[in-house]
């Protein structure tokens, strides 16, 4: 345990979380922040103070512009905790923490969740094949070490990030054989009624129609529409088919990127028994909490950022504000009702600016059904290899959700815990029934929810 009194813990260093922290040290909060990464940055801005220019050229300005919010936060005087894995939250507030081999725990006076998002399965034939993997994957590794595939790569999918993990392929010399897009001309009608609203952020907006005019200029084939994705392989994946309109088509390759979208991590907030919807729009788990971040029924505990839904890092610093300030609050209750009533107001404000496009980009790049549910024989579970088949049989069997789903399966008891099986587990049995997904409901994830040793485990 910290030897100093602690009055605010935050989960995750990346936008919401260096925000949240930021504004608390403003206010005279002891603030500790617990992170797995060696640097604050999260996701997003990961490694960005340590980046080089050349990298920062190749990666772009939006990351470039994560430096000073990192440089900020470590001049803030905010206790970072490095290479710190949460692996429990009690509701009670006390936060168990893996770090250098010691389990470690803090009682502070309040929680700030910021754990991020996560990829969206893509469960697609092949897609556990040596040498597949997300987007995502393909852009850390870019990040931390400038690490780029040797052979040509094909990315295929939907969202903003494979479009700009594309660009920044092209700037890095990185040969990309082939861009195939699954978002179709009915998503582009779809989205096209939330469009007006969407036009308060247009420098976004411009930002990626500027990254598509880049890949049309590249040379790079572009496949628009694409169904039927599969990737083909024997000891590793050697080619990706598919058809748009009528037309089949194969490209030869060796390295494949995949990449449907961004979820919320909510590990933490199912463990800790929080409310949770399914958000129809982004078509996955948010948990439920109040204005200021609060969750509902767990006084004492916020959440920021794009643990609480998808809001891209502009928006999650905000989010990062508004949840240090209600906690400042409820602290020390040092501004008086009409004072934090206001500046809540104001950046509530600006939150609401900050994420007016998400509804069009919810609706263009929302992940086709073929694509979340997959067929019988793909395996959805990788940690324990159970297959679409499988799932849907015992369903028939009488198994009625994902937690009723381990006692038959295993799924979701692997290492990974579920976040690369559990929201496609949900929406295959909620077909399968034919309810709706809030109906068949979500595994039980209980802590730990990182691996621990028994060791580790007694040395607390």
Same mark, same amino acid.
């Given at each position: 345990?910290?030897?100093?009194?602690?009055?605010?813990?935050?989960?995750?260093?990346?936008?919401?979380?260096?925000a949240?922290?930021?504004?608390?040290?403003?206010?005279?909060?002891?603030?500790?922040?617990?992170?797995?990464?060696?640097?604050?940055?999260?996701?997003?801005?990961?490694?960005?103070?340590?980046?080089?220019?050349?990298?920062?050229d190749?990666?772009g300005?939006?990351?470039?512009?994560?430096?000073?919010?990192?440089?900020?936060?470590?001049?803030?005087?905010?206790?970072?905790?490095?290479?710190?894995?949460?692996?429990?939250?009690?509701?009670?507030?006390?936060v168990?923490?893996?770090?250098?081999?010691?389990?470690r725990?803090?009682?502070?006076?309040?929680?700030?969740?910021?754990?991020?998002?996560?990829?969206?399965?893509?469960?697609?034939?092949?897609?556990?094949?040596?040498?597949?993997?997300?987007?995502?994957?393909?852009?850390?590794?870019l990040?931390?070490?400038?690490?780029?595939?040797?052979?040509?790569?094909?990315?295929?999918?939907?969202?903003?990030?494979?479009?700009l993990?594309?660009?920044?392929?092209?700037?890095?010399?990185?040969?990309?054989?082939?861009?195939?897009?699954?978002t179709?001309?009915?998503d582009?009608?779809?989205?096209?009624?939330?469009?007006?609203?969407?036009?308060?952020?247009?420098?976004?907006? =411009?930002?990626? @129609? #500027?990254?598509? +005019?880049?890949? &049309?200029?590249?040379? %790079?084939?572009?496949?628009?529409?694409?169904?039927? /994705?599969?990737?083909?392989?024997?000891?590793?994946?050697?080619?990706?088919?598919?058809?748009?309109?009528?037309?089949?088509?194969?490209?030869?390759?060796?390295?494949?990127?995949?990449?449907?979208?961004?979820?919320?991590?909510?590990?933490?907030?199912?463990?800790?028994?929080?409310?949770?919807?399914?958000?129809?729009?982004?078509?996955?788990?948010?948990?439920?909490?109040?204005?200021?971040?609060?969750?509902?029924?767990?006084?004492?505990?916020?959440?920021?950022?794009?643990? =609480?839904?998808? @809001? #891209?890092?502009? +928006?999650?610093? &905000?989010?990062?504000? %508004?949840?240090?300030?209600?906690?400042?609050?409820? /602290?020390?209750?040092?501004?008086?009702?009409?004072?934090?009533?206001?500046?809540?107001?104001a950046?509530?404000r600006?939150?609401?600016?900050?994420?007016?496009?998400?509804?069009?980009?919810?609706?263009?790049?929302?992940?086709?059904?073929?694509?979340?549910?997959?067929?019988d024989?793909?395996?959805?579970?990788?940690?324990?290899?159970?297959?679409?088949?499988?799932?849907?049989?015992?369903?028939?069997?009488?198994?009625?959700?994902?937690?009723?789903?381990?006692?038959?399966?295993?799924?979701?008891? #692997?290492?990974?815990?579920?976040?690369?099986?559990?929201?496609?587990?949900?929406?295959?049995?909620?077909?399968?029934?034919?309810?709706?997904?809030?109906?068949?409901?979500?595994?039980?994830?209980?802590?730990p929810?990182?691996?621990?040793?028994?060791?580790?485990?007694?040395?607390?």
């Open positions: 345990m910290l030897d100093e009194p602690i009055e605010l813990a935050i989960v995750g260093a990346g936008p919401a979380g260096m949240a922290a930021l504004t608390a040290r403003s206010a005279g909060l002891s603030v500790v922040v617990l992170d797995e990464q060696a640097a604050p940055g999260g996701q997003i801005y990961r490694a960005v103070t340590s980046a080089t220019t050349g990298r920062c190749v990666l300005p939006d990351y470039a512009a994560g430096r000073e919010l990192a440089r900020d936060f470590e001049a803030s005087g905010a206790r970072h905790e490095y290479g710190a894995a949460v692996w429990q939250v009690t509701p009670e507030g006390r168990h923490y893996l770090q250098a081999g010691q389990s725990m803090i009682e502070p006076g309040k929680v700030i969740l910021c754990t991020g998002a996560m990829e969206r399965p893509f469960p697609i034939p092949g897609w556990t094949l040596p040498g597949v993997l997300t987007a995502g994957a393909a852009q850390i590794l990040k931390t070490g400038d690490v780029v595939p040797a052979d040509p790569v094909v990315l295929a999918g939907c969202g903003p990030l494979l479009y993990l594309a660009w920044q392929y092209l700037r890095a010399g990185v040969p990309i054989k082939a861009f195939i897009e699954t179709s001309p009915a582009y009608r779809r989205a096209l009624v939330k469009l007006p609203a969407a036009l308060i952020q247009w420098r976004l907006l =411009a930002k990626g @129609i #500027g990254l598509k +005019a880049a890949l &049309l200029g590249s040379g %790079v084939p572009i496949f628009s529409g694409a169904r039927e /994705l599969r990737i083909e392989g024997g000891k590793s994946a050697e080619a990706i088919e598919f058809r748009t309109g009528n037309q089949q088509h194969r490209v030869e390759a060796r390295v494949f990127l995949l990449h449907q979208g961004v979820v919320p991590n909510t590990q933490i907030t199912w463990s800790l028994r929080a409310s949770h919807v399914w958000d129809q729009a982004q078509l996955c788990w948010t948990p439920q909490a109040s204005v200021g971040g609060e969750l509902i029924g767990l006084p004492g505990i916020f959440i920021a950022g794009d643990g =609480a839904g998808i @809001i #891209g890092a502009e +928006a999650s610093r &905000l989010s990062g504000r %508004v949840a240090a300030l209600a906690a400042l609050q409820a /602290l020390r209750g040092s501004h008086s009702d009409a004072q934090f009533e206001s500046e809540a107001a950046l509530l600006d939150l609401r600016r900050a994420t007016a496009a998400r509804p069009f980009l919810d609706a263009l790049y929302r992940p086709r059904a073929e694509f979340r549910i997959p067929a024989e793909v395996i959805v579970c990788r940690c324990e290899e159970v297959t679409a088949g499988e799932i849907r049989k015992h369903v028939r069997s009488g198994c009625l959700g994902p937690n009723q789903l381990k006692s038959f399966t295993r799924c979701g008891m #692997g290492p990974c815990q579920g976040r690369q099986c559990g929201i496609t587990a949900t929406e295959i049995i909620a077909a399968e029934r034919g309810v709706a997904a809030s109906e068949a409901g979500y595994q039980r994830v209980r802590p929810i990182k691996p621990i040793s028994l060791g580790e485990l007694g040395g607390l």
